[in-house]
Each structure stands twice: as C-alpha cells, then as structure tokens.
Nanobody, 123 residues
Framework: VQLQASGGGLVQTGGSLRLSCAAS????????AGWFRQAPGKEREFVAA????????YYSDSVNGRFTISRDNAKNTVYLQMNRLKADDTAVYYC?????????????????WGQGTLVTVSS
C-alpha cells in the first residue's frame, strides 16, 4: 500500500484546509486510517483516526471540534478537514493506515505511512 498525502499549504489563522490521502497498490476499504502531525522540534503526535466503515472516529483534544476525518472507500481516499486553524496547528501532516481494526491512536499501530504534507498557519 502506498499513501500520498496532499492539500497542505499556507493559510491564515482562522482559515481552513482539507488534506487528502490517496491510497494505491491495493484497496484500503477494510483498513483503519489516521492522521498524525509533527511540528518543528517536536515529536509526532496523533491528530485523528477513523475505522474502515466510518462508524467511529476519534480526535486529539487539541483538534476536537475543529477537525473532521472522513473517508471515501470508493475513491480509496481519506480526508482531514481542518477549520479554525491556529498557529499551533503548523506542522507536517502524515496519513497512515493499518489492517488492525478500530480507531488507532498510537503511531506504532500503523504500518503504512504517507510522505507528509506541510501545513503552515500564519498569525
């Protein structure tokens, strides 16, 4: 499975962006997926996760209520809609996938990773 993240860019505080993570190589409709981020000088942290059927999602406290994770299994793509962005959201965002069921918060649970897309929020 190869994952390609896109949609990052420069946005002002309070703005919105939508990240996409397109999978290729095989269908990931039965896979759980997640988004993580890594800010300069910091460790990678969990952002959001979704199970294969979209019946369950989970968010970190820092993004809950502002970000929405979703997926379109027909398009083999997972999305992260980011609203009311803050300067603290500036980071490289990574998508990940795993055949392990459920919503997964630990990076060690994920096997497949995208290359990352940079989100910069200017104040």
């Amino acid at each position: 499975v190869q994952l390609q993240a896109s949609g990052g860019g420069l946005v002002q505080t309070g703005g919105s962006l939508r990240l996409s993570c397109a999978a290729s190589g095989r269908t990931v409709s039965g896979y759980s997926a997640g988004w993580f981020r890594q800010a300069p000088g910091k460790e990678r942290e969990f952002v959001a996760a979704i199970n294969w059927s979209s019946s369950r999602t989970y968010y970190s406290d820092s993004v809950n209520g502002r970000f929405t994770i979703s997926r379109d299994n027909a398009k083999n793509t997972v999305y992260l809609q980011m609203n009311r962005l803050k300067a603290d959201d500036t980071a490289v965002y990574y998508c990940a996938a795993t055949s392990t069921s459920g919503v997964r918060q630990s990076s060690s649970d994920y096997v497949y990773w995208g290359q990352g897309t940079l989100v910069t929020v200017s104040s």
